[in-house]
Each structure stands twice: as structure tokens, then as C-alpha cells.
């Protein structure tokens, strides 16, 4: 038969530390009140000398302990709590004999000591201790007997005592296995807790849609980064955090207001302060109760996303259309084209010769809309590299003027003495670049007979990513047509088609990256391509 497993646990913290304190004091008012004269004819009745001794043996050795488990913190081995244990067993043993035996009422502490191995002990060490108390009373009632200090019918008291120790260990250690059930699964549920908090903050913290959670006064409460980034970090003067006022921020508090009024109304797009993005803002009410305790919680969106998702959407739909009629437009637009051509090579006059001119430019004009359309819908997937931008557009101003032989200028200022680093691919790269710089050199001449484009590198000091100024000296875009300069087919040129813009948005976000007009007190218009970061982009996979 196996031998039965013996399991030791230490005493939690605070029931050790009230235990070692109560031998202290009981043992130092044991030893007072005799040294008093008070209680003396319960205390030490028998044998004063023995009961002074062991009294002073008990303070003794329970301030040692108390000493040493504090030092320790309380942490101390279930070894060292069941020597405790035995000498409390002992010396109490040994106190109710020096003072008359069970008569005194003495022996009625080893309960208590009885009580508390229940709670530190689990198995059969605890019934061991009961046991030990038990033989002790037993064993100080014989010696009592045959002193004569007692008589036999005191056997039938400690008997009574010894089934009490029984009972106190079986109780005591019944509610402490409860206790310690509930314990171990309040751990058990403090722990989820956390770890479901720490999984909460964690997606919060991650979400590309921005939250902020804020009380009735107005304070924000809960903010992740995202939101940080969309509202512009510390563009508002100070940083963007817990226990700041959203006051602070007004474009965004300008949109919470007109949500507490027409709270079933969507809330207006709105640009932060000193921010180019155009933001969507929604409001939830997050509790049912009075003013005072109200909280909101606020989604922030990029609208570029719901922009980008719309182009797509304008993107199916142009390729849809280019797949049908691309064969239809083009076969009579050659032929017209050809028959122009022919009648170029005839003897004509002036006026004819530039009638035959329209002619061809207009073909070749309406065969570039459809060869951009059809890019469109053809669009292949970028291959990223790691470009050194202000080298590389240096070396793309080289080899454009080698190409060219026209004057365009290409001034190119970099902001920071860091080298800039960007993630894109180089033939989009040069695509966008190409498209813009078209747009600039024809507006740049025109105003001052120049055709010039400036281009400025650096890292934003907000977000920490690189980008790319391109600006001209034209006129610049008015304000009421700012919103429509991506649109398809949106030119105030004559000549233009009105894909360039809307091609070259798209070949950036496709390479993660964003192109945006910037509003600028300066004269000319400011396009701006905000890349991705260089080290932290995860490639694009393709689903097939």
C-alpha cells in the first residue's frame, strides 16, 4: 500500500503575521500578569518556578520567530512554521500543567495553535499536530494524576479536548481548502482579466482606425496611436494623451458638438489642425446613465481609405469599359489617324495643312486618354526597392536633360542632412514624377516663362516618414477646385486629359504611400508624396 503524500504550504502572508504577533503578545501577558500578581490563582498555581521558566522560554523564543519571519517577509518555509507549531504545542502544554492543568482553562489555547496548523498544513500533518496536542493534554493529565494535583475525572476534560482538536483541524482545514479554492481561482480570474485587458489595449493600441474615449468633462480617457497620428501628434502645441482636454483640439471638438446636437446625423469630414488628411468622425455613447458619469467614444477614419475604395471601384469600372470599346475607338481612330497622315504627304494649303495639324493632334490626344485608361486596368504590382531618393532623383535629372535637350530647371533642396530612404518601385517612381513634372513645367512657364520645378526631400517630424515636395511657380491650384485635382478626368488645361493626377495617386497608394496637395502660402502649386517607412513595410502579396 502507498505510503499517504504529505503536501506543505506556507501560510499566506497576512495569517502568518497575525499568528507570530499573537504568540508574542500572549506569551508577554502571560509573564506580565504573573509578575503582577494579577490572575494568580490561575497562572503558575502549581509549579511557579516551571511556569515563570517556560513563560519566559515561550516570549523568548516568539520574539526570535517574530524577528526572523519579518526579516524574511513572512516567506519562510512550511518547515519552519511546524517547528513553530511544536513548540507553541509544548510550551502551552507545559504552561497548563504549572498552572493546575485543564482546570485553568490554559490547555483551551492549543485550539488556537491547532487552528492555525489546519490552515498551513494540508494532509495528515495537520491531523499529526492535533494528534501531538492531544497526547500532550493526555500525557500532562496522567502526570497531573499522579501528583495528585488532579483527580481521574479530569481524563474525561482532555478527552473532550482532544476530540475538539480533532474537529478544529478537520473544520479549519475544510474552510482553508475552500478559501484557498476560491483563491486560486480568483488568481485564476485576475490573471484572465489581465491578460484579456492586456489583449484588449494590445488591439486597441494596433487598429488602424483611430479611438478615443472621453468623460463627461470632455477629458480624454483612452487614446491609441492611430488616433494620435490621424489628429497630428503634437501639432496642437503639446503632446496628445491621457488627461488632456479635447477642447484643445477644435476641428475635432467643432465636429463632437454638432454630434450632441444632431446626435442621428453623420458628422462632416474634417481636416486637423495643420494636417492634410481628411478625417471622418464618429460618436457612441458609451454609458446610459446621468451627464455626470458619460463617456463617448469616438472613431477617427482616414477618409483615404473609403477614397481609395471608390477608386477601385472607378478602376473596375474603367477597365470593364476598356475591355469593350478599346477595339471599337481604336480601329477608326487609326484609320483617321492614317488617312491624316496621307493627306499630310499631298500638296495642300496653309489652311488645310493646319486643318490636317488638329487632326492629328486631336487622335493622338484622345489614343493617349485610352492608352491611360488602359493602364489603368492593367496595372501590375510594384516591385519595392530601397531607393537613396535625393542621389537617385539627381541622377534622374541627368539623364532626363540628356534625353530632353529642352531647359527645364530641377532645383532639388534636401531638408535633413540624413540620408532620405524610401520603399517604392522605380518605374512608378519615375511614372508619378514624370506626370507631375509635366503639370508643373507647362503652369511654371506660363506664369513666368519658365519652365521650373522644385523639388524639396526630408522626414516629417511627426510621423517620422520620408517624403517628396514637387513645386511649381504657376499660379496654383484656387481653393474650390483643390478636392477635384484627383479626380478623373478633372484638367483646366485644354490639352490635358485629366488622368495624370489620378494615375499618379494611384501608382502611390498602390506602393503604400499617399500623394496630397498642400495648401501653401507661397505662390505654386504643392504636391506632396508621403512615403511609407523604409524599415517597417511588409510586402504585398498577391492572392491567387
Same mark, same amino acid.
Given at each position: 500500500?502507498?505510503?499517504?503524500?504529505?503536501?506543505?504550504?506556507?501560510?499566506?502572508?497576512?495569517?502568518?503575521?497575525?499568528?507570530?504577533?499573537?504568540?508574542?503578545?500572549?506569551?508577554?501577558?502571560?509573564?506580565?500578569?504573573?509578575?503582577?500578581?494579577?490572575? =494568580?490563582?490561575?497562572? +503558575?498555581?502549581?509549579?511557579?518556578? %516551571? *511556569? !515563570? &521558566? $517556560?513563560?519566559? #522560554?515561550?516570549?523568548? /523564543?516568539?520574539?526570535?520567530?517574530?524577528?526572523?519571519?519579518?526579516?524574511?517577509?513572512?516567506?519562510?518555509?512550511?518547515?519552519?512554521?511546524?517547528?513553530?507549531?511544536?513548540?507553541?504545542?509544548?510550551?502551552?502544554?507545559?504552561?497548563?500543567?504549572?498552572?493546575?492543568?485543564?482546570?485553568?482553562?490554559?490547555?483551551?489555547?492549543?485550539?488556537?495553535?491547532?487552528?492555525?496548523?489546519?490552515?498551513?498544513?494540508?494532509?495528515?500533518?495537520?491531523?499529526?499536530?492535533?494528534?501531538?496536542?492531544?497526547?500532550?493534554?493526555?500525557?500532562?493529565?496522567?502526570?497531573?494524576?499522579?501528583?495528585?494535583?488532579?483527580?481521574?475525572?479530569? =481524563?474525561?476534560?482532555? +478527552?473532550?479536548?482532544?476530540?475538539? %482538536? *480533532? !474537529? &478544529? $483541524?478537520?473544520? #479549519?482545514?475544510?474552510? /482553508?481548502?475552500?478559501?484557498?479554492?476560491?483563491?486560486?481561482?480568483?488568481?485564476?480570474?485576475?490573471?484572465?482579466?489581465?491578460?484579456?485587458?492586456?489583449?484588449?489595449?494590445?488591439?486597441?493600441?494596433?487598429?488602424?482606425?483611430?479611438?478615443?474615449?472621453?468623460?463627461?468633462?470632455?477629458?480624454?480617457?483612452?487614446?491609441?496611436?492611430?488616433?494620435?497620428?490621424?489628429?497630428?501628434?503634437?501639432?496642437?502645441?503639446?503632446?496628445?494623451?491621457?488627461?488632456?482636454?479635447?477642447?484643445?483640439?477644435?476641428?475635432?471638438?467643432?465636429?463632437?458638438?454638432?454630434?450632441?446636437?444632431?446626435?442621428?446625423?453623420?458628422?462632416?469630414?474634417?481636416?486637423?489642425? +495643420?494636417?492634410?488628411?481628411?478625417?471622418?468622425?464618429?460618436?457612441?455613447?458609451?454609458?446610459?446613465?446621468?451627464?455626470?458619469?458619460?463617456?463617448?467614444?469616438?472613431?477617427?477614419?482616414?477618409?483615404?481609405?473609403?477614397?481609395?475604395?471608390?477608386?477601385?471601384?472607378?478602376?473596375?469600372?474603367?477597365?470593364?469599359?476598356?475591355?469593350?470599346?478599346?477595339?471599337?475607338?481604336?480601329?477608326?481612330?487609326?484609320?483617321?489617324?492614317?488617312?491624316?497622315?496621307?493627306?499630310?504627304?499631298?500638296?495642300?494649303?496653309?489652311?488645310?495643312?493646319?486643318?490636317?495639324?488638329?487632326?492629328?493632334?486631336?487622335?493622338?490626344?484622345?489614343?493617349?486618354?485610352?492608352?491611360?485608361?488602359?493602364?489603368?486596368?492593367?496595372?501590375?504590382?510594384?516591385?519595392?526597392?530601397?531607393?537613396?531618393?535625393?542621389?537617385?532623383?539627381?541622377?534622374?535629372?541627368?539623364?532626363?536633360?540628356?534625353?530632353?535637350?529642352?531647359?527645364?530647371?530641377?532645383?532639388?533642396?534636401?531638408?535633413?542632412?540624413?540620408?532620405?530612404?524610401?520603399?517604392?518601385?522605380?518605374?512608378?517612381?519615375?511614372?508619378?514624377?514624370?506626370?507631375?513634372?509635366?503639370?508643373?513645367?507647362?503652369?511654371?512657364?506660363?506664369?513666368?516663362?519658365?519652365?521650373?520645378?522644385?523639388?524639396?526631400?526630408?522626414?516629417?517630424?511627426?510621423?517620422?516618414?520620408?517624403?517628396?515636395?514637387?513645386?511649381?511657380?504657376?499660379?496654383?491650384?484656387?481653393?474650390?477646385?483643390?478636392?477635384?485635382?484627383?479626380?478623373?478626368?478633372?484638367?483646366?488645361?485644354?490639352?490635358?486629359?485629366?488622368?495624370?493626377?489620378?494615375?499618379?495617386?494611384?501608382?502611390?497608394?498602390?506602393?503604400?504611400?499617399?500623394?496630397?496637395?498642400?495648401?501653401?502660402?507661397?505662390?505654386?502649386?504643392?504636391?506632396?508624396?508621403?512615403?511609407?517607412?523604409?524599415?517597417?513595410?511588409?510586402?504585398?502579396?498577391?492572392?491567387?
Amino acid at each position: 500500500m502507498a505510503e499517504p503524500h504529505l503536501t506543505l504550504v506556507s501560510t499566506p502572508e497576512n495569517t502568518l503575521k497575525v499568528y507570530s504577533l499573537y504568540r508574542l503578545i500572549l506569551s508577554a501577558l502571560l509573564l506580565t500578569l504573573y509578575l503582577a500578581g494579577v490572575a =494568580s490563582e490561575v497562572l +503558575g498555581t502549581t509549579h511557579p518556578r %516551571l *511556569f !515563570v &521558566t $517556560v513563560v519566559a #522560554f515561550y516570549l523568548a /523564543a516568539s520574539a526570535i520567530t517574530h524577528f526572523y519571519f519579518h526579516l524574511n517577509r513572512y516567506a519562510v518555509s512550511a518547515y519552519s512554521q511546524l517547528l513553530m507549531l511544536i513548540i507553541d504545542i509544548t510550551a502551552l502544554t507545559t504552561i497548563t500543567h504549572a498552572s493546575g492543568g485543564l482546570q485553568s482553562g490554559l490547555g483551551y489555547l492549543l485550539l488556537v495553535a491547532v487552528a492555525s496548523a489546519s490552515i498551513s498544513l494540508r494532509g495528515q500533518l495537520a491531523y499529526f499536530l492535533a494528534a501531538l496536542a492531544t497526547i500532550s493534554v493526555l500525557t500532562e493529565t496522567g502526570i497531573a494524576t499522579l501528583e495528585q494535583t488532579q483527580t481521574t475525572r479530569d =481524563s474525561v476534560s482532555a +478527552g473532550v479536548l482532544g476530540m475538539l %482538536l *480533532f !474537529v &478544529t $483541524v478537520f473544520t #479549519f482545514q475544510m474552510l /482553508a481548502a475552500r478559501a484557498r479554492a476560491a483563491q486560486e481561482l480568483a488568481i485564476t480570474r485576475e490573471v484572465e482579466a489581465a491578460d484579456l485587458q492586456r489583449l484588449n489595449e494590445a488591439i486597441i493600441r494596433n487598429m488602424h482606425t483611430g479611438i478615443i474615449v472621453i468623460d463627461s468633462n470632455d477629458t480624454i480617457r483612452l487614446i491609441n496611436s492611430a488616433a494620435i497620428q490621424l489628429l497630428g501628434g503634437q501639432q496642437t502645441g503639446r503632446p496628445l494623451g491621457i488627461n488632456q482636454s479635447i477642447r484643445t483640439l477644435s476641428s475635432l471638438y467643432r465636429q463632437l458638438k454638432h454630434w450632441r446636437v444632431y446626435p442621428w446625423m453623420r458628422t462632416p469630414t474634417f481636416t486637423p489642425e +495643420g494636417g492634410y488628411t481628411r478625417i471622418q468622425a464618429n460618436f457612441t455613447s458609451l454609458s446610459t446613465g446621468g451627464e455626470e458619469n458619460r463617456q463617448i467614444l469616438i472613431f477617427l477614419e482616414d477618409t483615404r481609405t473609403l477614397a481609395q475604395y471608390a477608386q477601385q471601384l472607378k478602376l473596375s469600372s474603367l477597365g470593364r469599359l476598356t475591355g469593350s470599346i478599346a477595339h471599337e475607338i481604336r480601329n477608326p481612330l487609326g484609320a483617321i489617324s492614317h488617312a491624316s497622315q496621307l493627306l499630310s504627304e499631298l500638296p495642300v494649303d496653309e489652311q488645310q495643312k493646319n486643318l490636317i495639324e488638329i487632326i492629328d493632334r486631336q487622335t493622338k490626344r484622345v489614343n493617349q486618354i485610352i492608352e491611360n485608361v488602359m493602364q489603368l486596368s492593367r496595372q501590375r504590382n510594384p516591385e519595392f526597392q530601397k531607393i537613396s531618393l535625393t542621389p537617385w532623383l539627381k541622377k534622374y535629372r541627368t539623364e532626363r536633360q540628356q534625353e530632353t535637350n529642352d531647359d527645364a530647371v530641377i532645383e532639388i533642396f534636401e531638408e535633413s542632412h540624413d540620408e532620405t530612404r524610401v520603399f517604392f518601385d522605380p518605374s512608378h517612381l519615375l511614372q508619378v514624377l514624370n506626370n507631375l513634372f509635366e503639370n508643373a513645367f507647362r503652369h511654371s512657364k506660363q506664369a513666368t516663362g519658365i519652365a521650373k520645378a522644385t523639388l524639396k526631400t526630408g522626414t516629417d517630424p511627426i510621423s517620422g516618414l520620408p517624403f517628396l515636395d514637387v513645386i511649381d511657380n504657376g499660379p496654383g491650384i484656387p481653393k474650390r477646385e483643390q478636392d477635384k485635382v484627383f479626380d478623373p478626368f478633372f484638367t483646366t488645361s485644354s490639352q490635358g486629359s485629366g488622368l495624370g493626377l489620378y494615375v499618379s495617386k494611384q501608382l502611390c497608394e498602390v506602393n503604400y504611400a499617399t500623394l496630397s496637395y498642400l495648401e501653401s502660402e507661397d505662390p505654386g502649386a504643392h504636391f506632396r508624396i508621403g512615403f511609407s517607412h523604409p524599415d517597417r513595410l511588409l510586402p504585398r502579396y498577391n492572392d491567387e
